[in-house]
Nanobody, 124 residues
Framework: QVQVVESGGGLVQAGGSLRLSCVAS????????MGWFRQAPGKERDGIVC????????VYADSVRGRITISRDNAKNTVYLQMNSLKLEDTAMYFC?????????????????WGQGTQVTVSS
């Protein structure tokens, strides 16, 4: 049974940093492209960034470009999202998802397995 579990969210002041983690189990992690998505209150879930099995990545959200770093440790079945210079508008539920492909995508429908999300709240 595949499980995807995010952690690392929380309350942070504007300008601060957070590192989100996502552990995927029950699958061959190195076969999967991993993506981070977020959903702000009242808005649709949008793709932020994805990382291919061997580490190359694509950023989809212009609003976070230059402020985020995605990485993965295939030995630990874990993908990380480092977020810096956080802004109020980064407040959202952040989701991790897995796609059995070597191709990146920012589309929800391209991902098979999803976590429950971790809340990030940025305060002024």
């Amino acid at each position: 049974q595949v499980q995807v579990v995010e952690s690392g969210g929380g309350l942070v002041q504007a300008g601060g940093s957070l590192r989100l983690s996502c552990v995927a189990s029950g699958l061959t992690f190195a076969d999967y492209t991993m993506g981070w998505f977020r959903q702000a209150p009242g808005k649709e879930r949008d793709g932020i960034v994805c990382i291919r099995p061997f580490g190359t990545n694509v950023v989809y959200a212009d609003s976070v470009r230059g402020r985020i770093t995605i990485s993965r440790d295939n030995a630990k079945n874990t993908v990380y999202l480092q977020m810096n210079s956080l802004k109020l508008e980064d407040t959202a539920m952040y989701f991790c998802a897995a796609r059995r492909s070597v191709g990146c995508s920012g589309q929800e429908s391209d991902f098979t397995y999803w976590g429950q999300g971790t809340q990030v709240t940025v305060s002024s």
